[in-house]
């Protein structure tokens, strides 16, 4: 691995802990200003394309939902090349209605600069959609 490639990946391991924490700020500073952060499917509220503001307003709203104020990430495999980094992901967390969100996920990072300017998301929409909305 390059020495590029170990940034980008240590950048987005980095990132993942934090969000594990719920610490929103942390989160955001992780996010360059221009940054966007795209989801799959059709949920709502959730999916589609949001800027860092739009992001953080999301997040601010799914973490109250959770009884830690968190969605730990796990990640599971790579593919790191440049500025870019695919993971397969884990997510977990327990809401306060009982309900578990244990998702998985392929995230893309790009890396610019030692901060993250696009994360794409693809993931199972359906729990998603079961745990969060329904």
Do not use: C
């Not at 942390?26 to 394309?49: F, K, N, P, Q, R």
């Amino acid at each position: 691995m390059s020495g590029h490639q170990k940034e980008t990946k240590d950048v987005v391991v980095d990132f993942m802990r934090v969000f594990s924490k719920g610490d929103l700020q942390g989160i955001l500073d992780y996010l360059t200003d221009d940054a966007t952060w795209w989801v799959g499917g059709t949920i709502e509220g959730i999916s589609g394309t949001k800027n860092k503001e739009e992001f953080g307003e999301m997040l601010r709203g799914l973490s109250q939902l959770t009884r830690t104020g968190a969605i730990a990430l796990t990640p599971l495999a790579w593919t790191v090349e440049g500025d870019r980094a695919a993971v397969e992901t884990e997510s977990y967390a327990e809401l306060h209605n009982g309900r578990v969100y244990n998702n998985l996920y392929h995230f893309v990072f790009t890396v610019r600069d030692g901060k993250i300017s696009g994360i794409k998301e693809y993931l199972d929409t359906e729990h998603t959609r079961a745990v969060f909305v329904d």
